[in-house]
């Protein structure tokens, strides 16, 4: 059974406009979550996290905020870019550094 | 510093053969793991180890073999090879955080 969940298979979105991915999780014990970036032939890279003290974690353009009550994280990307076009993965650590993995969503970011 | 490293890139198989998927790494990382990526289905773990001489099982280990004789090696062994397993494999390694660095991934056909 999935812990967590992308319930987006795929997002198109203009260049320029804003990218919001969405992430929900089953496990009320989960106090960190991954997002992870992957392109074609290339293995998954870190992209940003955030811990379950915080509710909103920026990285330049990367911002993930956290709702625990609805035990729901969002990705949002500022403006999109093309380079950005790839499948962005939710996760979260259960135990001894194991991650469970959302099924990722696939942005298309278009010019 | 060449991170994680995976070989073969491609590999195409027969049903009940098997085969050996390497995974090497240079930062020294204690806990290696490995993952299959399946379309709709995320990244699912197969084996991890949190260090040299200690290996487990991860949500999908059945077919496949694991061990770990180094810090730097962890190698993935197909028993005998099934339709089922094919897909793409990452190997992937972390310091004893919850942040993993993952390899470029062997794509797999058994057919």
């Known amino acids: 059974d999935q812990q967590v969940k992308q319930n987006s298979p795929s997002l198109s979105v203009q260049e320029g406009r804003i990218s919001i991915l969405n992430c929900d999780y089953t496990n009320s014990m989960f106090d960190y979550f991954l997002w992870y970036k992957k392109y074609p032939a290339e293995g998954p890279t870190f992209l940003i996290s955030?811990?379950?003290?915080?509710d909103k974690n920026e990285d330049g353009r990367f911002t993930v905020f956290l709702n625990k009550s609805a035990k729901h994280l969002s990705l949002h990307i500022v403006p999109s870019q093309p380079g950005d076009s790839a499948v962005y993965f939710c996760?979260?650590?259960?135990?001894?550094?194991?991650?469970?993995f959302g099924a990722g969503t696939t942005v298309t970011v278009r010019a | 510093n060449a991170g994680v490293t995976q070989t073969p890139k491609f590999q195409v198989l027969k049903t009940g053969q098997s085969m050996t998927l390497q995974c090497a790494q240079d930062?020294?990382?204690?806990?290696m793991s490995w993952y299959r990526q399946d379309p709709g289905m995320g990244l699912r773990l197969i084996h991890y180890?949190?260090?040299?001489?200690?290996?487990d099982q991860g949500e999908v280990p059945n077919g496949y073999n694991v061990s770990r004789s180094t810090t730097e090696d962890f190698p993935l062994r197909l028993l005998s090879a099934a339709p089922s397993q094919t897909s793409v494999y990452f190997c992937a390694s972390s310091p004893g955080t919850d942040t993993q660095y993952f390899g470029p991934g062997t794509r797999l056909t058994v057919l």
């Open positions: 955030i811990s379950s003290i915080k």
């Open positions: 996760a979260a650590p259960t135990n001894d550094y194991k991650l469970s």
């Open positions: 180890s949190v260090g040299a001489g200690i290996t």
């Open positions: 930062m020294n990382h204690e806990y």
